[in-house]
């Protein structure tokens, strides 16, 4: 079985429901930048081990992905998973995990990259929101588009109705994501595009590029 390293913020909302949905991979590690991320304690009622690296001791980036990356390789994962990770990381961090790194991003990539991006969808008037997992690359929010999830937008939504509808996508399709890599069905092709092998399990699922059959 593959072994996954999660990385979070926050509340970790994300990396409960890759260890709720029972995957056959085994979570070697959770890793936060912040102690006081919710998603710790989470990790560690679930039996996972957890680990800190705060980014506030280190006064370049580059030191702390150097940090981070000792530590995650500690548990030599297949497979590393930014679940509400919040740092930019450096060009060689991302290189160092090539082909192995992936991310979820709120919102229907390449539209609204970066922050608050429930809110500039909003802004924008878009009729349909939603989320997207990627293979994560040097420039921000732009890697090979694993899957994607779309949602509607309502009327009377506000920044927060709005993003609990995308987050209910989103552990839908993360761990759907992160069963197919495990599966090794995912594969970057010289284009910049994902195929997805046998798709047709995909059911519900946007895919990028359109699946084979
Ligand atoms: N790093 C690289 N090189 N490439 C990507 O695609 C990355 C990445 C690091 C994180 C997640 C991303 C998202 O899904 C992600 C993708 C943080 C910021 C940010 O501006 C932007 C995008 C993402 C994550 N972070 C601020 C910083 O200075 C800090 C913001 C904060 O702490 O609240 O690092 O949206
Ligand atoms: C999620 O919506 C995730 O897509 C987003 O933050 C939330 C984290 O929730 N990620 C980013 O905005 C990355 N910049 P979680 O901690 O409960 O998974």
Known sequence: MKKVVILISGRGSNMQAILDARLPLTVAAV?????????????????????????????????????LAAEIDEFKP???????????????????YAGR????????LPVFPGLHTHRRALEAGVR???????????????????????????????????AQRVLAEEHRIYAQAVRWFCEDRLEIRDDGTVR???????????CSPACEA
């Open 78 to 96: 297949e497979l590393v998973v930014l679940a509400g990770f919040m740092r930019i990381l450096t060009d060689g961090f991302v290189r160092r």
């Open 128 to 162: 349909v929101h939603g989320c997207t997992v990627h293979f994560v690359t040097p420039t921000l929010d732009h890697g090979p588009i694993i899957v994607q999830a779309a949602v509607p937008v309502a009327h009377d939504d506000t920044e927060d109705t709005l």
């Open 31 to 67: 890793i936060s930048n912040d102690s006081s991320a919710a998603g710790l304690e989470f990790a560690r009622a679930s039996g996972v081990a957890t680990r800190v690296v705060d980014h506030r001791a280190y006064a370049e980036r580059a030191a702390f992905d150097a940090a």
């Open 196 to 206: 997805l092998a046998r798709a047709q399990d995909a059911v519900g699922a946007l």
């Open 101 to 108: 790194l992936i991310n979820i991003h709120p919102s229907l």
